[in-house]
């Protein structure tokens, strides 16, 4: 068991730190949207050797179906989500949505990270513990990395402008060759690092709340990893996160006004951390106009063009502008002048080899049209929507582009059959997590009941998880990477072991319920 806790706690390390090496697979292969290809991505392969691992230790099959036969709600939320993945499979291929991106898609953010929650559930208690050290673990790394890698690629922003409109939206999109490490060789896009630290940040303070012994003295751990992931909060600028640590802290205000002296202490200084990275953030009169404009959906700001988005999710034609022709002016302007006075002219380079005719070249408008013509009549994108990648292809002309709303894109993907799964799915999960959370409040002394972690960090993380999702672009699949559906997942699974003996409700005696695999 030794060994196979430390393959778990390398393989949830290696998550959040796999992007250079899915760079280099891309590189080797000469292929990004290659299904094949993304089974030699490092998470993919550490899955796959998990899943050999927990075999040798227990019978995988049976242990499934006794831990879903002893958890209901569990239960339910793979079926609706198997469902939802069968669906989406169905509708890519009646659309006729690219099999290289879809079916990757696919994989990478259902299937493996099921089987990944799947195998630690199987192996027990100290294989969920080792899963979520390794996954914090990486993402410290991750933290250190990000903030090191951007000042490399931008130094210090100097003014607000700079910061967002420079940075943010100019030159970070120039990449690994022009001299920007820091979207790339993290997660590859700034509002993924700034989503999936939100959460992170979210799940780190929900210790704050917890009163167990073991944990009175991570705190202290904890407020300096909130402190420096809020500083790197500062240097992305996403307007949707704001809005979601905003929120956190409110969260975290009401818990102080409410709990006893203890967790008050702890929970003081965690808001005076907030306080003062939310009053840098809006502390320049530029920063403040900004988020007027943004607030009031002004012509030309992101607000506005995600409401245009939004209110196009089965209407999206080949006429449709993309996300770079309906960028704000001041925005784009900013950029353009940005790039021309901090790079010089690219020298020239010898044309890049034709494309084979099987794999779609996002940003032809060839392409865009014919997607939008084999989408079909509006009543057939309704059932089916457009497939998993088309929708991306005609309003952003790239396979990734959504709508900034992950209802809605399960909506353009899988159509109304696939957003009531999707939405059905999402409920159950935070049904689950908040009857979990009401039975922890309701204790006198509220501690944790999973040796792994604590009930409100993951409350708290899924809480933000589902507001991002909403105004932001939170996707289980981003950018090929297997990261946010295995913290999902295992997200899901963390919670009192079902196959455990506990106290009834009402009589308090114990219930009978099969053993898992020892740990």
């Known amino acids: 068991m030794f060994w196979t806790n430390r393959v778990v706690f390398l393989v949830m390390f290696g998550l959040p730190l796999a992007m250079p090496l899915h760079i280099l697979v891309n590189h080797f292969t000469r292929t990004t949207w290659s299904w094949p290809v993304s089974l030699l991505y490092p998470e993919?392969?550490?899955?796959?050797?998990?899943?050999?691992?927990?075999?040798?230790?227990?019978?995988?099959?049976?242990?499934?179906?006794?831990?879903?036969?002893?958890?209901?709600?569990?239960?339910?939320?793979?079926?609706?989500?198997?469902?939802?993945?069968?669906?989406?499979?169905?509708?890519?291929?009646?659309?006729?949505?690219?099999?290289?991106?879809?079916?990757?898609?696919?994989?990478?953010?259902?299937?493996?990270?099921?089987?990944?929650?799947?195998?630690?559930?199987?192996?027990?208690?100290?294989?969920?513990?080792?899963?979520?050290?390794?996954?914090?673990?990486?993402?410290g790394v991750l933290l250190l990395e990000s903030i090191v890698l951007y000042f490399m690629s931008f130094g210090i922003p100097h003014s607000f402008h700079e910061l967002v409109f420079t940075n943010r939206t100019g030159r970070v999109w120039q990449g690994v060759k022009g001299g920007v490490y820091f979207g790339e060789l993290t997660l590859g896009n700034v509002n993924?690092?700034?989503?999936?630290?939100?959460?992170?940040?979210?799940?780190a303070s929900g210790y704050a709340l917890d009163?167990?012994?073991?944990?009175?003295?991570?705190?202290?751990?904890?407020?300096?990893?909130?402190?420096?992931?809020?500083f790197l909060e500062l240097l992305c600028y996403s307007r949707g996160?704001?809005?979601?640590?905003?929120?956190?802290?409110?969260?975290?205000?009401?818990?102080?006004?409410?709990?006893?002296?203890?967790?008050?202490?702890?929970?003081?200084?965690?808001v005076l951390v907030f306080a003062v990275f939310l009053g840098t953030a809006f502390s320049s009169s530029q920063s403040r106009q900004y988020w007027v404009a943004q607030l009031r959906l002004s012509d030309g700001s992101t607000s506005a063009l995600r409401e245009f988005m939004w209110s196009r999710a089965l209407r999206a034609e080949s006429v449709t502008k993309t996300?770079?022709?309906?960028?704000?002016?001041?925005?784009?302007?900013?950029?353009?002048?940005?790039?021309?006075?901090?790079?010089?002219?690219?020298?020239?380079?010898?044309?890049?080899?034709?494309?084979?005719?099987?794999?779609?070249?996002?940003g032809s408008q060839t392409v865009r049209a014919e997607t939008a013509a084999a989408a079909g009549s509006w009543m057939r994108r309704?059932?089916?929507?457009?497939?998993?990648?088309?929708?991306?292809?005609?309003?952003?002309?790239?396979?990734?582009?959504?709508?900034?709303?992950?209802?809605?894109?399960?909506?353009?993907?899988?159509?109304?059959?696939?957003?009531?799964?999707?939405?059905?799915?999402?409920?159950?999960?935070?049904?689950?997590?908040?009857?979990?959370?009401?039975?922890?409040?309701r204790e006198p002394e509220p501690t944790s009941r999973d040796p792994g972690v604590p009930v409100p960090p993951v409350l708290l993380a899924v809480v933000v998880i589902t507001v991002a999702g909403v105004i932001v672009n939170f996707k289980l699949e981003t950018l090929g990477m297997m990261l946010n559906a295995a913290a999902v997942w295992l997200l899901i699974v963390t919670r009192p072991d079902p196959l455990e003996t506990r106290p009834g409700r009402a009589s308090g005696t114990p219930i009978p319920v099969a053993q898992s695999a020892p740990a």
């Open 323 to 362: 996300y770079r022709e309906s960028a704000p002016k001041v925005m784009s302007q900013a950029a353009d002048e940005a790039i021309a006075r901090a790079v010089p002219p690219p020298a020239a380079t010898p044309s890049p080899p034709p494309v084979p005719k099987e794999t779609p070249t996002p």
């Open 211 to 230: 009163l167990a012994p073991r944990t009175r003295a991570l705190p202290g751990v904890m407020i300096a990893f909130v402190a420096a992931a809020l």
């Open 192 to 203: 993924d690092i700034a989503v999936f630290f939100a959460v992170a940040i979210a799940f």
């Open 44 to 139: 993919m392969l550490g899955t796959l050797l998990l899943l050999v691992f927990a075999s040798r230790r227990t019978n995988l099959r049976r242990t499934w179906a006794r831990i879903l036969a002893s958890d209901p709600s569990l239960r339910r939320i793979v079926l609706v989500a198997a469902a939802f993945t069968a669906w989406t499979a169905v509708c890519a291929i009646v659309q006729g949505a690219f099999p290289g991106y879809w079916i990757r898609s696919v994989l990478i953010g259902w299937v493996f990270p099921v089987l990944l929650a799947g195998a630690v559930l199987a192996l027990g208690r100290r294989a969920r513990s080792a899963a979520w050290q390794g996954l914090s673990a990486g993402v």
């Open 241 to 270: 996160v704001i809005l979601c640590l905003l929120l956190v802290l409110m969260l975290l205000v009401l818990a102080a006004v409410a709990s006893p002296p203890l967790r008050r202490r702890r929970l003081g200084l965690l």
């Open 382 to 441: 309704l059932i089916f929507g457009y497939g998993l990648g088309n929708y991306g292809l005609i309003i952003g002309a790239t396979f990734e582009a959504g709508t900034h709303n992950m209802f809605l894109d399960a909506y353009v993907a899988s159509g109304l059959p696939g957003l009531i799964l999707f939405s059905g799915l999402w409920f159950m999960m935070l049904w689950r997590m908040g009857r979990e959370g009401w039975r922890f409040l």
